[in-house]
């Protein structure tokens, strides 16, 4: 009976160990069957449809096997890759869903449509090394399962703001490769704002001569960058030709990747009137902004620009200007969306203006906000002319919508909400879980800009709030501003790993979602980042610091969401800070020239950077 207890538990432990896995983002359904599948010298592909993307991402696979020396030609005893189209669709699949077998000696990867296959295959390489040199040498092993796997949301999807830096064609490849992996659909290509505009227009050919390039800066945005002065050279800078363009879009799309292009308007608009200033109201000269000072914010959510920045919405010339961009832009994407922006539109100059005014009094026009809401309506005709679809910042909610007119919700969630409840389709984008560009550690180690959003916050968001229809929800993206993102890998490292919690909230289920589980897996994925080179943030290894104040007194909590960690500090000057002591409660920061040290360790050995605190940054937290 011992022994018979003893064989249950083994195989149970056993089951336990094959049902784990590392998938990011968590499949539907994954059920281990005990078994072990080895590939050594040989896979045998077995391509069994006609179908030619499914075959397009069967090569792609095969050039990834390759890299692991893997001959994929048949042999005896190899196991066998086949995949295929089911002749009749499993509803439960829908277009992107897969179903994954694999047993000892075969895996079977099987779709309703291409996309299927290619997610299937992005699941099959997390269950193989991250790259050949971290393969076992006796053979590539998978733990024998069956998958059932489908997206939640139809929108999966990234921002890259490549204006206020620019990226090459390959960086840009790079980072859509990165998206597929993860089982995102959407690049979100912010290619115009007042930093640079990136696209060419060929009957504009002035949007790319003059507001492609800028005078060079260094250091943050903001007062300590200089404005250009007159007849200074604009040496930084790029954009993206025609040709380029379709390039990447064939890219994206052999990736199973959609693009989105934004053209905003009709504020950030600085690049297209150093090219265009007759499209102002004021008409002077304008210039591309370097980065420079060049409007104040108040806290309360109002700002005013210092120099104008938006396009004149009383001036026809504007909108034959936009036709042309319209026209050509429709021309390249062949998606439904194009993104008109309409955010952070500053209506002060167009107030102003004795001509604007003489317009709004023509038309009945109450106030910016109401001109603002023309404009939108004029853009949309122009974009759904062109057969194409809006979608735009949740500003644009302002005025009344044409009826399929999406809205991407920025400013938290209300805009969402409310476009939803006015049956508008809503990508949700929050700040407040979305934005890539927000630190994610301590900023004592992290560049500090607006705000902070961690890992485990942008892993609570749920694009679907409560009480709102969630057929109105096409999904969720998050948004890389790059005011303080100048190179792809450091691009990489604000956007991963925050961008596998999005992933996992817009393809799992919702019930699905476990913050253990998941940080379980990030920390493999870590590794897998690490093995490719591929820079990834760890800032959620490192202990959060709150500060506040009781009794006259300083105190300090200290925390994480790491399993099986501790975290130890000092405050008395001394370090290693794991000689120090180890966290378990508030304490007091006394008086005195201090530092607060402290770190997260695993099993004696460090995880994350130290955190380093003077008493006087201390006190400065102080939340009262």
């Not at 538990?9 to 049902?19: P, S």
């Not at 790319?208 to 007062?223: C, K, L, M, P, S």
């Not at 961690?454 to 999904?475: C, H, M, N, R, W």
């Not at 001394?574 to 180890?582: A, D, I, K, L, Q």
Request: aromatic share 12%; proline share 5%; net charge negative.
């Amino acid at each position: 009976m011992r022994n018979l207890l003893l064989s249950i538990m083994l195989c149970l432990v056993a089951q336990t160990i094959m049902a784990q896995h590392s998938i990011i983002p968590e499949p539907v359904n994954y059920n281990g069957n005990g078994e072990t599948l080895i590939i050594k010298d040989n896979l045998a592909f077995n391509v069994l449809t006609k179908d030619k993307e499914a075959i397009e991402y069967a090569n792609q696979f095969k050039e990834y096997v390759d890299g692991f020396s893997i001959n994929t030609s048949k042999a005896n005893n190899a196991p066998t890759l086949s995949i295929n189209l089911n002749k009749k669709k499993n509803t439960e699949l829908g277009t992107e869903g897969y179903t994954l077998k694999v047993t000892a000696s075969e895996i079977s990867l099987t779709a309703n449509e291409a996309a299927g296959i290619f997610n299937g295959f992005q699941t099959l390489k997390q269950l193989l090394p991250a790259t050949p040199e971290v393969a076992p040498a006796d053979g590539l092993k998978i733990a024998g399962c069956t998958i059932t796997d489908y997206p939640r949301f139809k929108w999966r999807g990234l921002m890259l703001d490549v204006s206020r830096h620019f990226f090459t064609v390959d960086e840009v490849k790079e980072y859509i490769d990165k998206m597929a992996e993860y089982k995102f659909n959407v690049f979100h290509w912010h290619l115009t704002d007042d930093n640079g505009w990136r696209i060419e227009i060929k009957s504009l050919p002035k949007l790319t001569e003059i507001g492609a390039w800028r005078v060079e800066r260094f250091g943050r945005f903001g007062e300590t960058r200089p404005t250009p002065k007159a007849d200074e050279a604009t040496p930084y800078g790029g954009f993206y030709t025609q040709e380029q363009i379709k390039d990447v879009i064939e890219y994206a799309a052999n990736k199973n990747i959609t693009i989105v292009p934004e053209i905003d308007v009709p504020g950030h608009s600085m690049a297209a009137l150093a090219a265009y200033p007759e499209l102002a109201t004021d008409k002077k000269p304008k210039y591309v902004s370097p980065g420079d000072k060049f409007s104040e914010w108040y806290g309360d959510g109002t700002f005013k620009m210092l120099v104008e920045n938006a396009l004149n919405p009383s001036d026809e010339k504007v909108y034959e200007f936009l036709d042309k961009v319209f026209t050509e832009v429709a021309e390249l994407f062949p998606g439904e969306y194009i993104h008109m922006g309409g955010d952070e539109c500053y209506h002060g100059y167009w107030e102003e203006d004795p001509a604007v005014r003489e317009f709004m009094k023509k038309h009945d026009i109450a106030d910016g906000e109401e001109l603002q809401s023309y404009f939108v309506s004029r853009v949309e005709k122009i974009i759904t002319s062109k057969g194409k679809k809006v979608i735009g910042w949740d500003e644009i909610l302002a005025g009344e919508l044409a009826k399929n007119t999406a809205v991407m919700s920025w400013q938290g969630m209300k805009g969402g909400i409310k476009a939803a409840k006015m049956e508008h389709p809503v990508v949700m984008s929050p700040t407040t879980f979305a934005y890539l560009d927000y630190s994610q550690g301590d900023h004592n180690v992290e560049n500090w800009i607006y705000a902070k959003l961690s890992l485990e916050k942008t892993y609570e968001f749920e694009p679907v709030p409560e009480g709102v229809d969630a057929q109105y929800i096409l999904g969720g993206q998050g948004n890389l501003w790059t005011e303080v993102i100048p190179t792809m890998p450091f691009a990489f490292y604000m956007t991963y790993p925050r961008a596998l919690s999005l992933s996992e909230t817009l393809w799992s289920p919702k019930a699905k979602k476990n913050w253990n589980s998941f940080i379980k897996k990030t920390e493999v994925h870590f590794d897998r980042f690490d093995a490719t080179g591929t820079n990834i943030s760890k800032a959620v290894y490192e202990p959060q610091v709150k500060i506040y104040e009781k009794d006259g007194k300083m105190f300090c909590e200290l925390s994480n969401s790491i399993p099986n960690s501790k975290i130890y500090y000092t405050i008395d000057n001394t370090y290693p800070v794991n000689f120090g002591n180890e966290y378990k409660g508030a304490f007091e920061i006394p008086n005195g020239e201090l530092n607060l040290r402290t770190q997260t360790f695993r099993n004696n050995k460090a995880l994350g950077r130290e955190i380093i605190i003077s008493r006087e940054e201390l006190t400065a937290r102080i939340k009262k």
